[in-house]
């Protein structure tokens, strides 16, 4: 049975220090013959040629088990290139659009609901005022109501405000991608490639439309 590495290596440090032994004994002149120091040599000699061999075995051990990992990692990867798992990543993506696409147009829904009743409610103000039955603002509270575009209320039920959809989509993805180090992760190239996106269509903005620049500048937009 073949050495490992280790003992081998071990037997020849111990011939070694056995030969090394006898060397210094024939140096205080101890009975050592000539004999014992050539068969000490020639076990040196034959436990070199076993580490050589162990080192040859561990070698092709280490090949097998690379060949056998890389083998393993080939087929995993035929099944990922090959595999149903793109089509799940693709179904699951077009569901998660479609779900942002309905998120937003109900959003767009009430907000557009909600700046007409505001409408109503501003021209309502204005009629009052004109007829000298309100010299303040919300001169609709007379009705239990009030309100402008981007909000309506009813004292004692509650109110109604525009939702922010851009912040609504952002919260909405946040709360997918979870709170795990790789959620946190994905959080941040998310805003990273939304920057990065809105980067972009500012500058075609002001490549199309140079005379933006300033105005865009003023707001402290820049591409």
């Given at each position: 049975m073949p050495l490992d590495l280790t003992t081998a290596?071990?037997?020849?440090d111990d011939a070694r220090a056995t030969l090394a032994t006898l060397e210094e004994q024939v140096r205080d002149g101890a009975d050592v013959t000539p004999q014992?120091?050539?068969?000490?040599?020639?076990?040196?000699?034959?436990a070199e040629l076993r580490v050589e061999a162990a080192q040859r075995t561990e070698t092709r051990i280490r090949e097998e088990e690379r060949a056998a990992l890389g083998a393993?990692?080939?087929t995993s990867a035929e099944q990922l290139v090959t595999g149903a798992g793109m089509d799940e990543i693709g179904d699951a993506a077009r569901t998660a659009v479609d779900a942002l696409a309905r998120l937003a147009a109900l959003a767009y829904q009430r907000n557009e609901r909600i700046a007409e009743v505001g409408a109503s409610l501003v021209q309502l103000d204005e009629d009052l005022k004109a007829a000298g039955?309100?010299?303040e603002p919300w001169g609709s509270r007379r009705y239990g109501v009030w309100g402008d575009r981007g909000?309506?209320?009813v004292p004692g039920v509650g109110a109604a405000e525009q939702l922010d959809v851009g912040r609504l989509s952002v919260a909405v993805v946040t709360a997918g991608l979870?709170?795990?180090?790789?959620g946190r992760q994905a959080q941040m190239r998310h805003m990273m490639e939304f920057n990065g996106l809105r980067s972009q269509m500012i500058a075609g903005l002001v490549k199309?439309?140079?005379?933006?620049?300033?105005?865009l500048a003023r707001q402290g937009v820049t591409a």
């Open positions: 290596r071990q037997e020849l014992q120091l050539a068969a000490q040599r020639e076990l040196i000699s034959f393993a990692a080939k039955l309100a010299d909000r309506v209320a979870g709170d795990s180090p790789e199309a439309y140079p005379a933006l620049a300033p105005a």
